[in-house]
């Protein structure tokens, strides 16, 4: 309340009281209040304002009720001044509440800021558009966007902030900044430290110094409020149970607009394991109890190690149907810094699943979600269950996210599994172009839906054409016929491509089965009827492709037993995959061979989200009698799905003319390492190893070929897209010494 506004306040308080003394001595009847009214308010509605007022229509004037009424009504906030108005109305008073309203704030601006953005400065503020102006207000948002630009490293920042009013009395509130120099930091001094360095502490931390053009240096007090816990927790990783923070402060030099940051350490005595004990253990053998644990007596105690021990061991629990088991460790801090360790564990009753929820699946059914569920409602409930239908459904590719995560049921021994998915597009249709470094310009339509009419259907049309290669695609997969896990699905084909030495066109289709069987492991059943011809060998006097220029049918069965346990299909992480393939051709047809591929991939996460991927891939066939492979039906290596310092097709045996005829077997390693980056972009380097083999080309493991080199992954929204430059590492006459390539979908 203005102090203007407290003495009329006043004035006509005491002048009401004297009114209603003067009607008592009279011995009047008690004056009542006919009507209450408001004046001066523009914005605030008087239902709002006398929505304060306890003093009501027929109640008996009271001045200090009426005293009250008024602090209530300045309460809201939103009025300068509050007066009473006093006045004989129909044998009783009208009251009215007359407000002097604050002006409201129509608009904020900034001016001066160039390093943060209005966005931002904005998020720090509270000071927002249609509120009610208030100084106090105005000098809690300036202080906000000071600590934020300190908190930047901007100390010489300057905010002034002004108040432009309206013609109807609103504000606008302008802040002018002048950000200053952003300070560096110089250096980090640490002190009060004899068993960890100076440089295993700074490590630890996110704040860093500036080091040129690696590092900006520069502070951020939340930072470094959070590196004190960082510090604290290396230190506990090391045995240093006591240890702790005494100060950190920031010094800043103006004059040389750099900052050093001092951090004052106490540590204490480090602490070694004394014993590690269990009680509590029945269902399990304690060996197995212990082999969970990654500490053992005379190891520095760590306290990340016991927390990873604690879930290690939860987990063993959970995997046998115990999911309520709870691990309590107790640490017995002995003399000469021991420290005993002793899990009590608390085993649990069995868990079963009480109920599955569902959510966040508006297009694809119910049961596309549940089948793929490793547990069902009223079964044991085990974590590795749990992880494994988490992995299915994210490696269905219908879904941006996938959460699965768990509730209390009814009682101890159930537990309610919630399951929430973002569905993202599973349809694509596009018409463009594209490069591949194999076929050149490519004109592409794509019509894909990897989950139609939402029943989990997989159904894809591809048009390629481009100078070298015209091609054709149309396939369709019901993943589970008859709501069983068998999927079934055939495809129609048609490719026309031109090579150096000949061109080749190919027609036909084909069905397929494939079922599950075990965790992981899954059988595949083909069969295949194709017509090939060979056209056009641009050599006449080539007798062995003079031999195979014409039209074959062939007509195979094929057979393939896999494992694939990646983590994503798209982007794995970890796990791999081991498949067994044979295809035997014969049914009919022109041609009568054998061909046989053992293909192996593994994946391992090495550190900081870098992974170590490598590749085995082994083949061979042969025709029966007298029969040769078909050209079309030969190995050949090179390209960027292969051995990439060379181009595709560019390893194979020859004939006397020079021509790539294939080989009947060829060996195949790789080895990729991965570094992640922001905007899913990974950088890659690999090693490329192998060679085919065949015809006058004996196997000889001593003739491998090699590759080394580099490269660029980015998932984008149409696919995995890869750029490689490989080096030939053992290059020969009238080779190339390096190879780029560019394609779509991952190497292995």
Not at 61 to 84: I, K, M, W, Y
Not at 481 to 493: H, K, M, S, V, Y
């Amino acid at each position: 309340m203005t102090r203007g506004g407290g003495l009329r306040l006043a004035v006509a308080v005491f002048t009401a009281v004297l009114g209603l003394a003067a009607a008592v001595a009279a011995q009047q009847p008690p004056v009542l209040i006919k009507e209450l009214t408001v004046e001066g308010n523009r914005r605030v509605q008087e239902a709002v304002i006398l929505g304060r007022v306890k003093s009501a229509i027929g109640a008996i004037f009271n001045p200090a009720q009426l005293s009250e009424d008024v602090r209530a009504v300045f309460a809201l906030g939103f009025f300068d001044d509050v007066q009473l108005k006093i006045e004989d109305f129909e044998g009783g008073v009208k009251v009215g509440f007359v407000v002097v309203e604050r002006p409201f704030v129509r608009d904020v601006d900034f001016v001066g800021n160039k390093h943060v953005s209005t966005n931002e400065l904005q998020d720090k503020i509270d000071l927002k558009l249609g509120s009610v102006y208030n100084p106090v207000d105005v000098q809690r948002a300036r202080e906000r966007m000071k600590e934020h630009y300190e908190s930047e490293g901007y100390f010489e920042v300057q905010i002034t902030p002004d108040i432009e009013k309206f013609a109807d009395g609103d504000v606008k509130v302008v802040f002018t900044i002048n950000e200053g120099r952003q300070m560096k930091i110089e250096e980090i001094v640490i002190r009060g430290n004899r068993g960890l360095t100076d440089k295993q502490i700074k490590n630890a931390m996110a704040t860093q110094e500036r080091q040129y053009w690696i590092l900006r240096g520069t502070v951020q007090r939340q930072r470094l409020d959070e590196d004190v816990d960082r510090i604290l927790q290396l230190y506990n990783d090391h045995g240093y149970i006591q240890a702790r923070v005494e100060s950190h402060d920031v010094t800043v030099d103006r004059e040389k607009a750099r900052v050093t940051i001092n951090i004052v350490v106490v540590e204490g005595s480090q602490h070694h394991v004394a014993s590690v004990g269990f009680t509590g253990v029945t269902l399990v053998p304690e060996s197995e109890v212990r082999r969970q644990v990654k500490l053992k007596a005379g190891d520095v105690f760590s306290r990340s190690a016991l927390r990873d021990s604690v879930k290690s061991i939860e987990d063993l629990y959970s995997n046998i149907g115990r999911a309520s088991a709870e691990v309590n460790p107790k640490l017995d801090v002995q003399p000469e810094s021991k420290i005993a360790i002793l899990f009590e564990v608390s085993e649990g009753p069995t868990v079963y699943v009480e109920r599955i929820n569902i959510a966040g699946n508006v297009r694809s059914q119910d049961k596309i979600l549940r089948r793929e569920l490793q547990m069902a409602e009223g079964e044991i409930f085990t974590l590795r269950k749990l992880q494994r239908s988490k992995q299915r459904l994210t490696n269905l590719g219908y879904f941006e996210k996938v959460e699965v995560n768990t509730a209390p049921g009814s009682d101890k021994t159930k537990i309610v599994v919630n399951i929430d998915v973002t569905e993202r597009p599973t349809g694509l249709f596009s018409i463009g172009g594209g490069f591949s470094s194999a076929d050149g310009i490519l004109g592409t339509i794509d019509l894909s839906q990897n989950n139609f009419l939402g029943r989990g259907w997989l159904a894809t049309i591809k048009i390629r054409a481009g100078a070298n290669i015209q091609q054709g695609q149309l396939s369709f997969t019901e993943p589970w016929l008859f709501d069983r896990p068998l999927a079934a699905g055939f495809d129609l084909f048609s490719t026309q491509r031109q090579f150096l030495e000949y061109d080749y066109r190919t027609l036909g289709g084909g069905l397929r089965l494939s079922h599950p069987f075990e965790e992981f492991w899954r059988w595949h059943l083909g069969y295949r009827l194709t017509q090939d011809d060979i056209l056009h060998v641009k050599n006449p006097q080539d007798s062995f492709l003079r031999d195979e220029e014409g039209t074959h049918i062939t007509s195979l069965v094929s057979g393939t037993v896999g494992r694939d346990s990646r983590d994503s299909i798209q982007t794995p992480s970890k796990g791999g995959q081991l498949a067994w393939s044979t295809e035997l051709a014969g049914l009919g047809g022109d041609h009568h061979y054998s061909k046989t591929t053992l293909f192996m991939t593994y994946f391992q996460p090495v550190w900081f989200g870098h992974i170590m991927s490598g590749r085995a891939e082994g083949g061979y066939g042969f025709g029966f009698g007298d029969e040769r492979l078909p050209v079309f039906e030969r190995f050949f290596l090179g390209g960027p799905n292969s051995i990439r310092s060379f181009k595709t097709r560019q390893i194979s045996p020859t004939d006397e003319f020079g021509t790539r005829i294939g080989g009947t077997s060829e060996v195949l390693g790789n080895i990729e390492y991965l570094i992640p980056l922001p905007f899913d972009i990974r950088l890659a380097a690999f090693f490329d190893i192998g060679n085919v083999y065949g015809f006058k080309t004996k196997f000889d493991l001593t003739e491998l070929r090699k590759a080394a080199g580099g490269g660029i992954r980015w998932v984008s929204p149409f696919g995995a897209i890869r750029v490689d430059y490989g080096f030939n590492l053992d290059r020969r006459p009238g080779e190339k010494a390096a190879n780029f390539h560019f394609s779509v979908g991952s190497p292995f």
